[in-house]
């Protein structure tokens, strides 16, 4: 407890991360830009302060300082309110998510299940963007979101719950959808152990929630030009910019809490908030540095290409692995039989996803060329 | 380029063909290419290019100076292979006139011709893998090794981009002293260079899964189309203006001729890198086997006088066969001069290629022909 009345402790504790989150997204383009620079043997930003360390608030500024544009043929209200729209959920799933046993705005009972609701909503802020603008790029790239949500957002919830049907606590028994509780349960041994398949799962679908290579379709720069972004400018552009910098620290926190145990593994539960803050740091550290470096490493997917990855393979495996745990948890087999049978999943699904892309590449395309009218 | 509403069969909405305009300014267009994509969603259903941005007259301008003059106007239609560009025009020159260069110059253009290629190769490579979605990590590698390649035209011409350096007859001035080391040091970075591309892009799941079977032609088709170069050779036709019709000195040097079986992306992708380690090979032998001597024909008059008659000259640029087609009505300036630009006939079957594909693969489609628009517009 921070303050004594319960709202105003609410009220402080959400001040504080309404005031952390920029800060980490300033730092976090920083270090973004830093880390593109040494893999495209670049510096990266070196002019404002010692290793261009101030580049982030400088940038800020600018962007605050901006004109804020909007198009004379746009939708007025559709087109101002997008970028709220985008930013407001994200903050909003920051509620719930704890960072250490006791670091948290609200430990609600169902807070993985207000996490993922809430950022679902993002996507009505994506496609009202890529209407309002009144732009064609936008347009494209709003449904690209649009298409690309529902594709990933299933297989996503799914390995959520994979996790959710195993969280155990001595207390409440196996099944928790209160993220602490499935945090405690990794004091030994972390999630990832158990359920390889839906860790997998879990991130490639954040990486499509981000938008990030492979899976930057709705934003890609060299089709749509930034897509839903395309007209916006100043401070609405930088949110829409916050939102997905945050949504990174999101996803990273949840996948470090869902699977990597957390502020837990590898110390045992009640470790003390002093070891428990660099360790949970550590483990969302991981995760954001593994989506920037594939960011500048892979090229991007088809929308289509996405989707029948998401639908044909990550959908069916995510429920074969809630279908494993079910019958585990019934019939009361031992941990070890989840992790055999989630790491042969994984086996299988990386391999047959291995093959159709190269089977893809070995099967002989009859050359056509289209004629047409009046060109041939 | 028509918008109509129509019922699609099987749904009861009715749904409308949207025009998408792409560039001339947009991030995928290489210049100033301009298309009008008609998208039913995703899905093209027309492309409509248009061309002629970058349009400055250059076959005009050229017949307005004299055949020295000309040479600057070369290398500002195709200005990633400029050397090439002006071996052509020269050698056109040489052929009406009947000048024989010397040995060691034929040596020098050669080498920079072929540093030039892989040069404009490694264009097409950066600019490939940023079509394709890799954030500018293609791009910063391949402009490494291609600034190695600029600094050297720089040393032996004194410019980075027009270099204007090959003369009927031979070329300008001598190459600096130590031009046969700092060769061999650039060849080095560049095998490097290559296998770095080769590493990022080539195996890659992901790209092989957006350019296999994308706008595939067979070579009748490309032979229709009057497509040449490794557009052509994707194919899997070897034809090579080098090895079929050897012009300069090309006869002396040992080297593969890449094709591909498909004639898709993908296979204009892997000529264009395997190309790039074959004009390594050339620049080596070259290297090995260039003379000392002089650099300019002898006993030729200040100003160039070319015969009345007519010629045709074309050689092998990066894109494709590139040609100079000039008459001659005697005196100091040619009557006409037609210049022959590989990427537009490449170009012109973009529309074909990219109908019934995705909005996304139109944008590969046309990276893959790797156009230069002032060599497209003239």
């Known amino acids: 407890m921070i303050a004594d009345n319960p709202w105003l402790d609410g009220l402080v504790r959400m001040g504080i991360i309404a005031l952390a989150m920029p800060l980490a997204v300033i730092i976090l383009t920083y270090v973004e830009r830093k880390i593109s620079g040494r893999m495209q043997q670049r510096l990266g930003p070196m002019r404002v302060g010692p290793y261009g360390l101030f580049q982030g608030l400088a940038d800020t500024i600018k962007l605050l300082t901006k004109e804020d544009l909007r198009p004379q043929t746009a939708d007025r209200w559709t087109f101002e309110l997008a970028p709220f729209v985008v930013v407001v ?15 948290f705005v609200r430990n609600l009972g169902l807070g ?18 890529g209407w309002g603008s009144d732009n064609k790029y936008a347009l494209l790239g ?32 196996r099944g928790s959808l209160n993220l602490v509780e499935i945090v405690d349960g990794q004091g030994r041994v972390p999630f990832i152990v158990w359920q390889p398949l839906a860790f997998f799962i879990f991130l490639v679908a954040g990486l499509a929630e981000l938008y990030r ?5 709705p934003v890609a720069e060299s089709e749509v030009v930034g897509g839903p972004f395309i007209e916006y400018s100043g401070i609405r552009w930088s949110m829409f910019q916050m939102a997905e910098f945050v949504s990174m620290v999101l996803i990273s926190v949840l996948a470090a809490l869902l699977f990597l145990g957390g502020w837990n593994w590898p110390l045992g539960n009640g470790a003390g908030i002093a070891l428990q803050i660099p360790l949970i740091l550590v483990k969302t550290s991981f995760f954001i540095l593994l989506f920037i470096w594939l960011r500048f490493s892979l090229p991007r997917l088809r929308i289509d290409q996405m989707m029948q990855f998401c639908w044909q393979v990550l959908l069916p495996f995510a429920l074969l692995q809630i279908i494993i745990n079910g019958w585990v948890l019934v019939y009361g087999w031992p941990d070890w039989t989840l992790g055999v049978s989630s790491g042969a999943l994984t086996l299988v699904a990386g391999y047959l996803t291995y093959r159709a892309a190269r089977q893809a590449a070995e099967e002989p395309v009859s050359p056509r060329l289209h004629r047409v009218g009046s060109v041939l | 380029m028509t918008t109509e509403y129509r019922v699609t069969p099987g749904k009861d909405l009715e749904t409308i063909d949207i025009n998408v305009n792409v560039g001339p300014q947009h991030p995928a267009t290489h210049g100033v290419f301009r298309m009008v994509l008609t998208v039913d969603g995703e899905q093209v259903v027309d492309v409509d290019p248009i061309i002629g941005y970058m349009h400055r007259g250059a076959e005009k301008l050229s017949e307005n100076c004299d055949y020295r003059q000309a040479i600057g106007y070369q290398d500002r239609t195709d200005y990633l292979a400029q050397f090439n560009t002006e071996l052509c025009y020269v050698l056109a020159l040489e052929k009406l006139a009947g000048i024989e260069p010397p040995e060691r110059a034929n040596y020098i253009r050669v080498i920079l011709a072929e540093l030039n290629r892989i040069a404009s190769h490694y264009m097409f490579m950066g600019a490939f893998g940023t079509d394709i979605g890799v954030f500018g990590t293609a791009f910063m590698y391949t402009f490494r090794d291609r600034e190695i390649i600029q600094d050297l035209f720089e040393e032996v ?31 080095g970075a560049v095998r490097k260079g290559i296998g770095d591309i080769d590493g990022l892009m080539t195996d890659n799941e992901v790209i092989i899964a957006r350019c296999r079977g994308l706008g595939p032609v067979t070579p009748e088709d490309a032979i229709n189309w009057g497509m040449t170069g490794p557009m052509l050779r994707a194919t899997g036709l070897a034809h090579d203006l080098r090895r079929a019709e050897p012009y300069c000195i090309y006869d002396r040097f040992e080297f593969d001729i890449p094709t591909g079986t498909r004639g898709d992306v993908y296979d ?68 006409r001069l037609k210049i022959r630009s590989p990427a537009f006939s490449n170009l012109s079957a973009l529309r074909a290629m990219s109908i019934g594909s995705y909005v996304a693969d139109t944008i590969i489609t046309l990276g893959s022909i790797d156009i230069v628009l002032c060599e497209v517009d003239r």
């Not at chain 1, 290579?213 to 379709?217: L, R, S, T």
């Open chain 2, 157 to 187: 011409t004194g410019e980075r981009m027009m270099y204007a350096y090959f003369r009927a007859g031979g070329v300008a001035w001598d190459v600096p002293n130590d031009f046969r080391e700092r060769c061999r040091e650039i060849l």
């Open chain 1, 89 to 103: 959920p994200v903050f909003l799933a920051f509620v719930t998510l704890p960072f250490t046993a006791d670091l």
């Open chain 1, 142 to 173: 709003g449904a690209r979101a649009a298409a690309q949500l529902i594709s990933y957002e299933i297989p996503l919830v799914l390995a959520v719950v994979a996790v959710a049907m195993i969280a155990y606590t001595p207390e409440a028994g």
């Open chain 1, 112 to 129: 993985l299940f207000f996490i993922i609701a809430v950022s679902g909503v993002s996507i009505v802020g994506f496609v009202m963007a």
């Open chain 2, 268 to 335: 204009r992708y892997l000529v264009r890198l395997e190309e790039m380690r074959q004009s390594v090979r050339i620049v080596e032998q070259a290297l090995e086997g260039m003379p000392e001597g002089p650099i300019m024909a002898e006993g030729l008059k200040r100003t160039l006088r070319l015969p009345e008659g007519e010629v045709y000259m074309r050689n092998e640029t990066p894109r494709g066969e590139y040609g100079i087609y000039l008459i001659s009505k005697g005196g100091d300036k040619p009557y």
């Open chain 1, 213 to 217: 290579q492979p899976f930057d379709i």
